[in-house]
């Protein structure tokens, strides 16, 4: 698809394409729509890093006090960070590689880089990691709403404690209602910027930052309450040592600390969208400090609600935190605060949705039709891949148990491919010769750690499936 000629605005080092693929996620550039869009001078700083924040904390981080269950806070604490420098060192390579290139986008690096199977590649994992993302989300507003049971137990969700049990908050009728009260509009949505999408693409600037920070914000509102819970619990010396290395018996337990790694690797993944933000940024050279105060913001949100969260429920952490506050946490207004943990983290996913599913859409679009014609300007075929995507969603947050299984695939499959494995094999195949052998080291290391870690967790949840044996116990 060709667009007519593009001109940024003076004195603005932003960079512009003349042919873009409408098949790739997010794709960066301002197009004309209908005679042409309004003129925009690139987002800002603050604005760039708010929207590259909502794309990495998402549903990974109320699986994070379970990963601290599993391998004790030093050892957790420590890998959260670690995991924050490798996505880090991963997205430098990328756009490293992308400027070499001269692609504005992953898909077209990979395509530079590997040819149309590459890009083929690329696209389906977006899209396993972006239907298994937004299951999570699903996952997560029903355990919040309806309640989740755990080990035979059951956690009585915001409804079942407002109105008592009834049918219609059952877990099945409440998704359902979710998906077309909520989701489904959602998705409908051509456009989630302020008349800024032109034909097939999409502008993230400033226009999603108010819903960017907003949704930012919901998430440190659940993580200030869980800090001010447990530091009340911490004065009163209700709240008891926790463990601060992992449980180690025996070899299958050894082997059940490497379930945690898809885990951490769901929680960084960005890389899909950091080229449409560095194609937005006023001056685009900003893009390294991007990403480094998006990851440090998030890395510290991480932490935080990593330590607290296992501070606060100990071994009785459930694989979704949420599903914790249920109880009387012993503390005065204790209910409320649940409700509060609870609502406010729905709110920020439901934010989060459209973000997510946009690029899911248009990929699978770019591998179904990828002739046809703009996928906005054909009505039929958009809302047959939106029913489809969203009834797919649905019925899988009605059947995967749990947000630990949804994880343990997507991170062990797609999100470890987007995030870790296909920079590396960039920078391993070297096409402009810019690589040091360091980075090529690197890269290679990153394969190997990569394809290890994640196997072994494959096998340690296949192990424990088949033995009917929960691999976090």
């Given at each position: 698809m060709t667009i007519g000629s593009l001109k940024p605005p003076k004195h603005k080092n932003v960079r512009k394409s003349?042919?873009?693929?409408?098949?790739?996620?997010?794709l960066p550039t301002k197009q004309e729509e209908h005679g042409g869009c309004e003129e925009f001078d690139g987002a800002s700083f603050t604005g760039a890093v708010f929207n590259l924040s909502t794309t990495i904390v998402g549903a990974g981080i109320m699986a994070l006090p379970a990963t601290m269950k599993a391998l004790g806070l030093v050892l957790g604490i420590a890998m959260i960070i670690f995991m924050a420098?490798?996505?880090?060192?991963?997205?430098?390579?990328?756009?490293?590689?992308?400027?070499?290139?001269?692609?504005?986008?992953?898909?077209?690096?990979?395509?530079?880089?590997?040819?149309?199977?590459?890009?083929?590649?690329?696209?389906?994992?977006?899209?396993?990691?972006?239907?298994?993302?937004?299951?999570?989300?699903?996952?997560?507003?029903?355990?919040?709403?309806?309640?989740?049971?755990?080990?035979?137990?059951?956690?009585?969700?915001?409804?079942?404690?407002?109105?008592?049990?009834h049918w219609w908050n059952g877990r099945g009728f409440v998704l359902l209602v979710t998906?077309?009260?909520?989701?489904?509009?959602?998705?409908?949505?051509?456009?989630?910027?302020?008349?800024?999408?032109?034909?097939?693409?999409?502008?993230?600037?400033?226009?999603?930052?108010i819903t960017s920070g907003i949704s930012v914000g919901l998430a440190v509102v659940f993580l200030?309450?869980?800090?001010g819970i447990t530091l009340i619990k911490l004065i009163n010396g209700s709240i008891s040592m926790p463990r601060l290395l992992p449980n180690v018996t025996d070899l299958t337990s050894f082997l059940n600390l490497f379930t945690v790694v898809p885990v951490l690797v769901t929680a960084y993944i960005c890389h899909y969208n950091v080229h449409s933000i560095d194609n937005e940024l006023e001056d685009n050279t900003q893009i390294k400090?991007?990403?480094?105060?998006?990851?440090?913001?998030?890395?510290?949100?991480?932490?935080?609600?990593?330590?607290?969260?296992?501070?606060?429920?100990?071994?009785?952490?459930?694989?979704?935190?949420?599903?914790?506050?249920?109880?009387?946490?012993?503390?005065?207004?204790?209910?409320?605060?649940?409700?509060?943990?609870?609502?406010?983290?729905?709110?920020h996913l439901m934010l989060v949705f459209p973000i997510a599913f946009y690029p899911l859409r248009l990929n699978l679009d770019g591998l179904l039709f990828?002739?046809?014609?703009?996928?906005?300007l054909d009505n039929l075929r958009f809302a047959l891949i939106t029913v489809g995507l969203v009834t797919l969603i649905f019925f899988g947050a009605n059947f995967i148990p749990s947000i630990w299984v949804a994880f343990q695939f997507t991170g062990a499959t797609a999100a470890v491919c987007i995030g870790f494995i296909f920079p590396a094999a960039i920078t391993v195949r070297d096409r402009h010769g810019i690589a040091s052998?360091?980075?090529?080291?690197l890269c290679i290391i990153m394969i190997v750690l990569a394809l290890f870690s994640n196997l072994v967790a494959i096998y340690s949840d296949a192990y424990a499936l088949f033995k009917n044996v929960s691999p976090r116990k």
């Open positions: 003349d042919r873009l693929d409408e098949k790739v996620p997010l420098f490798l996505a880090e060192a991963s997205i430098e390579l990328l756009l490293r590689f992308s400027r070499a290139a001269k692609a504005t986008s992953y898909g077209g690096v990979m395509g530079e880089a590997f040819g149309k199977c590459g890009k083929i590649c690329l696209q389906i994992c977006i899209l396993v990691n972006n239907i298994g993302i937004l299951i999570v989300y699903m996952i997560i507003i029903g355990d919040v709403l309806s309640g989740t049971t755990s080990s035979g137990i059951h956690r009585a969700g915001v409804l079942e404690g407002w109105f008592g049990v998906t077309l009260v909520v989701f489904a509009p959602l998705a409908c949505l051509k456009r989630i910027g302020q008349n800024l999408v032109c034909h097939s693409n999409i502008l993230l600037a400033d226009s999603l930052k200030v309450i869980t800090v400090g991007v990403v480094r105060s998006s990851l440090a913001l998030c890395a510290t949100v991480y932490v935080m609600i990593s330590l607290f969260g296992f501070l606060l429920f100990g071994d009785a952490t459930l694989d979704d935190v949420l599903a914790n506050f249920d109880a009387d946490l012993g503390i005065p207004y204790g209910s409320l605060l649940n409700d509060v943990v609870r609502v406010s983290y729905v709110g990828p002739s046809a014609m703009p996928l906005l052998n360091k980075d090529k080291i």
